[in-house]
């Protein structure tokens, strides 16, 4: 009977939604949004905080590290494999040890020679984490250390991505990188490799014996390198972590490498505390922020509600006085405001939906488990449970606008009830409030989003079209200097001879991904200049990126066995080295005995790579091959194919394989997703501020303007024209907009000035972000202020007077 | 030579269309009203009385038909000139009085003329408020909110903001509903006063002994005027 009555109930509230769409679609957009958000970071909470790992015994699983004692400075982050194969070997506090080292290697026999992400491991790895299979089997016991055996598991998204998911896999032997693998099964999507080296995907196991650095010794550290084992029963952690630490630095002690003063010890962590690290914190202060977004949209909807009731009023009185208990009336209210929130979880899961593709793209790298992402019944209940409240909260609130004590009055005034009212000055610091608090937000979006749209649209200063970068794996058998000289050379001509080459410059660092790479430069007489990037050219590197000199010249071409004696600078460094613009012709020295002559300068480039400095302070020299590459530029709209110049580099020698081969557009773009994130983000929430400011300022005045519907309705009936009214309502409105505006720039001022120090290396804040931030703010609050107004002046004023 | 109506209503109807049904309030009223007219306006609860008066002081529009006052047809202008004729040719009193509680007793009677284009001058403005608060002994009491006064004065206050821009016609609704019998015998005399002044009133009450106090009673029922044959006849 209860359940028939709120049925109509909620049939009830549909037509009478049905009536009032802008009401409907505000608070569905406002609500809905902000749910989306508190679902996905809550999704993320519960993952980080509260829900297990999806392996068995997860809480006895510790990851295994090394603690390098320094002097008696303790030192983490990285270990000795020969350390931890001395555990995998001789430990007795572990049921079960897997080892684990991370490499990038190329997949050799696909087509497209994918670099991919490798995990050597032995087969205890699997066990230990349960691990389900798609298709045939995880290592076996007789496929570990010292086996000899060469066997690989593919990860479920490297099956579907490289193999196109074919079944036929399993038994196929690949290559990679020198060597070759038979696969031997396929991980399935539903596991979820622990992150222990770092939060890279995974792609590929193969088997330990593969490792390329099995065999180092104890006086090699990586970072790359972790074990995770599972504690024997009746073994504690801090008992575990006292034996393996001693026997690691009885290892350690033992053996040649060891250095003085050094000691090392265990540090053990469960698994749990190992991936989530200090992540937690994230996670919270998201939550923190989520929940402060969703206290700010319920203000803003709950003043929407009251201005629904308050228009509802004298229904309600009438119903009241026919005897309707407040019970009843509030289920009457609960059904409307049920469907409201209901319907606003449900577009709030749909954002989640999104909010979780977006969590893992902008949180990769920052964020464990994020592959874990996804609605689950805790997610939903809990999304559930937060839109019956928020429906009871309104409905609660709602009714409160009935004053069952006074119901003659409220009958008789029409509009004006005697329950619930907001007072005006209350209104007033409700709108004051809003605009403030969104007009520093705006301001804020708008200083990051500039920052962000001018990085995307800032000039390379160079023409990167139909530029290519490729880099070449030659392996280690070009050891003779004389040897890659050639091999470099031979390269350079093959890719000259391709039709659709135009011009080819060998190189160290791509333009726009440049490596890291630094080297002092000192004057005449050895004094340190500085450290400035540096990157190694062929004399026509200028011409082919079309970078131009702004004085002199390229530096002249070298044989084999000569060295630099010219190099070329950068535009800023020149102003750096030289301020009185005589910078040609002056001498500075990598190496004591060999002087280098400054004989061009060339306009600086932007990296988008490179933002601590983007513009470079750059120096240019002659060619040397490291481990290079080629900037290739093609005929206007050529194409380079991977499998062409794989062809051409397996005719020179079948060994070579390519590691990059990217356009420098592709390259930029790539570089930029950050920005373009960043300025999307920024959007969106300045989008959702603007949104949760206009609906709260909208509900706040729609509320007031409800309360002065009467009154409006008589200054219309004794001849009052719309404008009068308008500006009228709007003159009182705009008041604590204004006041708000002030306050607003007032916090983004003291903000700026108490967090200069910080901001100025991010940000340079200007008067752009003021002139769009402000002006927007009163655009969206004088709409927020000139609708409710607008309902009642359309209509023939006997309306109002009816209250209708 | 012919009388010039200062209202006129030819075949005006009423319909309120809901989701679940139409309403004719007025099926087709026609009415005249003349300089120096006292018209009262009677008939059953549901009869049209009410939509007739707010059709009568373009508070609403009708469904059809067509509306003139002094001549100029008012049927299908738009809000802001009706608010203009509102402004100028009609002086309305309501039987909940309507002031404004926020603004004093002198405030709320100046409202209409604050309303006028080109704007009065405050000396104008208050020479007319005072005048006609004068008239309805109300002069005393310019400084007073409505609610700090009792119904009988709420009223005059409410029949002194209608006279003051000067109307064409007085629409009354129900001007003693809410008053006592007292002070309801004194808004009529007040009212009766005016009539005899050259004030025209069309006045809509459900008392028969008010409605006896006015040259011409028209009845309403079902939305049509019951004595709508005299009416032909007069025409």
């Known amino acids: ?804 | 030579m012919t009388k010039q109506a200062k209202i006129q209503m030819l075949d005006i109807k009423k319909v309120f269309v809901t989701e679940e049904m139409e309403t004719h309030a007025l099926r087709g009223v026609n009415l005249e009203i003349f300089d120096g007219d006292y018209v009262s306006i009677s008939g059953p609860s549901g009869c049209g009385k009410s939509s007739l008066l707010s059709l009568l002081g373009l508070l609403d529009s009708p469904t059809s038909g067509q509306y003139l006052i002094e001549g100029q047809d008012v049927s299908s202008l738009s809000i802001n000139e009706r608010a203009l004729i509102r402004n100028q040719k009609i002086g309305f009193i309501f039987q909940a009085f309507n002031l404004i509680d926020e603004l004093s007793v002198f405030d709320n009677v100046a409202l209409p003329l604050r309303y006028r284009e080109p704007a009065m001058s405050a000396q104008a403005i208050k020479t007319k408020v005072m005048d006609c608060l004068e008239k309805v002994q109300m002069s005393h009491r310019t400084s007073h909110k409505p609610n700090q006064l009792s119904g009988g004065q709420q009223q005059r206050i409410a029949i002194a903001r209608a006279l003051v821009g000067d109307p064409a016609i007085l629409l009354v609704d129900e001007p003693t509903g809410n008053l006592d019998s007292k002070n309801g015998d004194a808004v009529m005399a007040m009212l009766a006063e005016l009539n005899k002044a050259g004030t025209t009133l069309c006045m809509v009450t459900h008392d028969p002994r008010y409605a006896d106090m006015a040259q011409r009673r028209l009845h309403l029922l079902d939305g049509c005027m019951a004595d709508e044959l005299t009416f032909k006849e007069a025409v």
């Open chain 1, 1 to 804: 009977m209860l359940l028939f009555s709120f049925t109509q109930e909620l049939k009830l509230a549909f037509l009478s939604l049905k009536r009032v769409p802008g009401f409907v679609l505000t608070v569905i957009a406002t609500l809905g949004i902000t749910l989306g958000a508190l679902i996905t970071i809550f999704n993320l909470n519960h993952l980080l905080l509260v829900k297990a790992l999806p392996f068995p015994d997860a809480e006895k699983i510790m990851v295994l590290d090394h603690i390098i004692n320094v002097d008696g400075q303790d030192q983490t982050g990285s270990q000795t494999i020969a350390g931890m194969q001395h555990w995998y070997q001789h430990q007795n506090s572990l049921k079960s040890m897997a080892l684990v080292v991370r490499n990038w290697e190329i997949l050799a026999s696909h087509q497209q020679q994918p670099r991919l992400s490798m995990r050597y491991v032995t087969p205890e790895y699997f066990q230990l984490l349960d691990t389900p299979m798609a298709l045939g089997r995880a290592f076996s016991n007789d496929e570990g250390k010292d086996s000899g055996k060469q066997v690989a598991v593919l990860s479920h998204q490297a099956w579907q991505q490289w193999f196109n998911g074919r079944t036929d896999v399993v038994g196929q032997t690949l290559q990679i990188g020198d060597s070759s693998f038979k696969v031997v099964g396929v991980a399935a999507d539903s596991f979820h490799a622990p992150q222990l080296t770092d939060i890279d995907s995974e792609d590929i196991w193969l088997s330990w014996d593969a490792n390329p650095y099995k065999d180092s010794g104890w006086g090699m550290f990586m970072s790359s390198v972790k074990a995770i084992g599972l504690l024997k029963d009746g073994v504690s952690k801090a008992q575990a972590q006292s034996d393996l630490g001693v026997m690691l630095d009885t290892g350690y002690q033992a053996s040649e490498d060891r250095f003085e003063g050094e000691t090392l010890k265990a540090n053990l962590l469960s698994l749990k505390e190992s991936v989530i690290g200090d992540t937690n914190r994230i996670a919270l202060m998201l939550l923190a922020g989520t929940l402060t977004l969703l206290l700010i949209a319920v203000a803003n909807v709950t003043n929407l509600f009251l201005s629904r009731a308050a228009q509802k009023q004298r229904t309600l009185a009438i119903q009241a006085s026919l005897g309707a208990r407040p019970g009843q009336l509030f289920t009457a209210l609960f059904a409307e405001s049920f469907l409201l929130c209901m319907a606003s979880t449900v577009i709030g899961l749909l954002i989640a939906g999104w909010g979780f593709i977006l969590l893992r793209q902008v949180g990769e790298g920052e964020l464990p488990r994020l592959s874990e992402l996804g609605l689950d019944v805790n997610t939903l209940a809990f999304s559930c449970v937060v839109g019956v409240l928020l429906a009871l909260i309104f409905a609660r609130l709602s009714r409160t606008v009935v004053n069952f004590n006074d119901l003659k009055e409220q009958l008789q005034s029409s509009g004006k009830g005697s329950g619930l009212q907001i007072s005006k000055r209350t209104r007033n610091a409700l709108v004051v409030a809003q605009v403030a608090l969104a007009s520093v937000m705006l301001v804020a979006s708008a200083v990051v989003m500039e920052e962000a749209i001018k990085t995307i649209y800032k000039p390379l200063g160079f023409n990167s079209d139909d530029l290519v970068t490729l880099r070449v794996d030659v392996g280690n058998r070009y050891e003779e200097r004389k040897e890659q000289y050639a091999l470099s050379r031979e390269l350079k001509a093959a890719l000259l001879n391709m039709p659709q080459v135009d011009s080819v410059s060998r190189v160290i660092s791509a333009p726009i991904r440049e490596g890291r790479m630094r080297i002092t430069l000192n004057d005449e007489n050895m004094q340190r200049v500085g450290s400035f990037r540096i990157n190694l050219v062929d004399h026509n590197y200028f011409d082919v990126l079309q970078l131009p000199f702004i004085h002199g010249r390229s530096f002249t071409p070298l044989s084999d066995d000569d060295y630099a004696s010219e190099f070329v600078v950068s535009e800023s460094l020149a102003k750096q080295l030289a301020p009185d613009g005589n910078i040609l012709g002056k001498v500075f020295k990598n190496d004591p005995d060999e002087p280098i002559k400054v004989v061009g300068v060339v306009s600086d480039y932007f990296n988008p790579g490179d933002m601590e400095d983007g513009n470079g302070l750059r120096y240019y020299m002659p060619y040397f091959p490291i481990q290079g590459g080629f900037q290739i530029k093609l005929s206007t709209g050529a194409s380079l194919s991977k499998l062409e110049v794989l062809t051409l580099l397996q005719s020179i020698d079948p060994q070579l394989r390519i590691t990059e081969l990217t356009k420098v557009e592709d390259a930029h773009k790539e570089l930029l997703f950050t920005q373009v994130a960043t300025a999307g983000l920024t959007l969106a929430l300045t989008l959702l501020a603007l949104l949760l400011a206009g609906a709260g300022i909208y509900g706040v005045l729609s509320y007031s303007t409800q309360m002065r519907r009467y009154e409006l309705g008589i200054h219309m009936a004794l001849g009052a024209k719309t404008g009068f009214v308008k500006r009228m309502v709007m003159a009182e409105s705009l008041v604590p907009v204004f006041i708000g505006l002030a306050a607003g720039l007032a916090v983004a001022l003291i903000g700026y000035a108490l967090a200069r120090a910080e901001l100025e290396e991010l940000i340079q804040p200007n008067i752009t972000a003021l002139v769009i931030a402000f002006p927007l703010m009163l655009v969206a609050a004088s709409l927020a202020c000139y609708l409710p107004v607008r309902k009642v002046i359309v209509d023939d004023p006997v309306k109002a007077l009816r209250n209708e």
